[in-house]
């Protein structure tokens, strides 16, 4: 096997009942970039959306679980970034070294959706990678870019190769082996319409996906928000109310809605 194709790996969601047999399986890729580290991959946000785990698994050891954890998630784009890091990417790097000798992860170069859409009509070939049904072995299927399509406020590119659940995620490569777009869904009981998340996009929100530290300052001032009013309910053997949030809220100066903070928190463009 080509070592090559280990750029791109099967992602496992262990998920909460009432999914499926609690598994959910999807696609992610290791991109090149200069916010990515070296265990970084990018997917779908809805492949982990609801996780209580995430895995991956190279195809070049598909029966081997490999712990990711979500970095960052802008839900309303569709797009996750993961990490492998610690213990867990010593263990992809040990599975390489073992397998070909060279431990360096292979990734892939993010190209210029906008050029690929500006190309002339045989330089617009598709190539779609990804696991498509839960498959374990990778499949590749190739097509040619059809057009354009607005969905859920966002514009994706459109293409005839063909993708199916499982293939969330994965990369779609140009002629030259760039990704110019990254499957995310398709129209159903219709005929090859298949559509892609831009590059340039995924290129734009990647580096705010790797600095999660505002999301992570939001959800330590709930926790410490949380924290007080939980003790102090528990002084009167009560569970907390919403009014004793609120009311330890503006002790802590902070000018918040409990309902509305949940809300949003639970729909942020980057929640980690």
Known sequence: M????????????QRAPPSYK???AGTGWFPIHEKANEGTLITNAHVVNGARAVYIR?????????KAYVQGVSTDLDIAVLEVKGPHL??????????YGDDTI??????????????????????????????????????RLSGLKHAK?????????????GNSGGPAL???GH????????????????????????????????????NEQQVNRWMSMARLAFARAHRNGEEPTEEEVDHVAKHMDINMDVIKLEATWNEHKLGG
């Open 106 to 143: 292979p990734r892939l170069t993010i190209g210029d959706s906008d050029a690929f859409l500006a190309a002339k009509p045989e330089d617009q070939q598709v190539l779609a990678r990804g696991n498509p049904l839960g498959n374990e072995y990778q499949s590749l299927t190739g097509g």
């Open 174 to 176: 140009n002629s030259a």
């Open 22 to 24: 609690h598994m959910v």
């Open 2 to 13: 080509n070592k090559d194709l280990n750029s791109v790996v099967q992602i496992i969601v």
């Open 153 to 165: 406020e966002q514009l994706y590119i459109v293409t005839d190769a063909a993708i199916n659940p």
């Open 179 to 214: 990704v110019i777009g990254m499957n995310t869904m398709k129209v159903r009981q219709a005929t090859e319409i298949n559509m892609l998340i831009p590059s340039n996009r995924i290129s734009r929100v990647f580096p705010e996906l790797m600095d999660n530290s505002v």
């Open 90 to 99: 010593q263990q992809l790097k040990s599975i390489l070294k073992e397998r």
């Open 58 to 66: 190279l195809p070049c050891s598909h029966s081997t679980d490999i």
